[in-house]
T-cell receptor, first 116, second 113 residues
Framework: GAVVSQHPSWVICKSGTSVKIECRSL??????MFWYRQFPKQSLMLMAT?????????EQGVEKDKFLINHASLTLSTLTVTSAHPEDSSFYIC????????????FGSGTRLTVV | GNSVTQMEGPVTLSEEAFLTINCTYT??????LFWYVQYPGEGLQLLLK?????DKGSNKGFEATYRKETTSFHLEKGSVQVSDSAVYFC????????????FGTGTRLQVFP
């Protein structure tokens, strides 16, 4: 149980275009989802916390107008990278917490974005 | 603020060797502690966790004990396999927060036959 599906697993786009990444909880309801960014050989940096039915909470230094997060239902959160540039190329991972606080977190398989 | 410090890698071992990956943390209150594993090109998978002092998390031969006196959560395995080659992340969940996870920088483990 507690599976998170992330789609697409990889995407290549041209500079200036927008890319949407989906994160779905398949067998549980996720009121809170998290979006991380991982640079090569580095740790995961939390970008934002996505709350169902309300605005996302962004970490310091993350441009909310560039990384649009929508959490319209209890099973779906989306991250849209708007007007993508090569420096946005990265590995993006979503996660969701399930059960009570600190019960557990499950992660999607990640999306590798390459902007050319 | 809260933080997690891991030993730098890569850690290179022969098959069946003993593994230790050190992890220490700084936190106010009583965080939960986690080890996650990331295989190449994939997302993170929970390996084990501990939610209070002296708890021992274990899974697939890996173990880690929540040591509050030394603020540590070292990962150990008695006999590693080639299939254990991956990046291992130590993490804590911030107490009294919205379930945020704070990650260490990750330690790459390479096991050779």
């Amino acid at each position: 149980g507690a599976v998170v599906s992330q789609h697409p697993s990889w995407v290549i786009c041209k500079s200036g275009t927008s890319v949407k990444i989906e994160c779905r909880s398949l067998d549980f309801q996720a009121t809170t989802m998290f979006w991380y960014r991982q640079f090569p050989k580095q740790s995961l940096m939390l970008m934002a916390t996505s709350n169902e039915g309300s605005k996302a909470t962004y970490e310091q230094g993350v441009e909310k107008d560039k990384f649009l997060i929508n959490h319209a239902s209890l099973t779906l959160s989306t991250l849209t990278v708007t007007s993508a540039h090569p420096e946005d190329s990265s590995f993006y991972i979503c996660s969701a917490s399930y059960g009570q606080i600190n019960y557990g977190y499950t992660f999607g398989s990640g999306t590798r974005l390459t902007v050319v | 603020g809260n933080s997690v410090t891991q030993m730098e890698g890569p850690v290179t071992l022969s098959e069946e060797a003993f593994l230790t990956i050190n992890c220490t943390y700084t936190a106010t209150g009583y965080p939960s502690l986690f080890w996650y594993v990331q295989y190449p090109g994939e997302g993170l998978q929970l390996l084990l966790k501990a939610t209070k002092a002296d708890d021992k998390g274990s899974n697939k031969g890996f173990e880690a004990t929540y040591r509050k006196e030394t603020t540590s959560f070292h990962l150990e395995k008695g006999s590693v396999q080639v299939s254990d080659s991956a990046v291992y992340f130590c993490a804590l969940s911030e107490p009294l927060s919205t379930d945020k996870l704070i990650f260490g920088t990750g330690t790459r483990l390479q096991v050779f036959p």
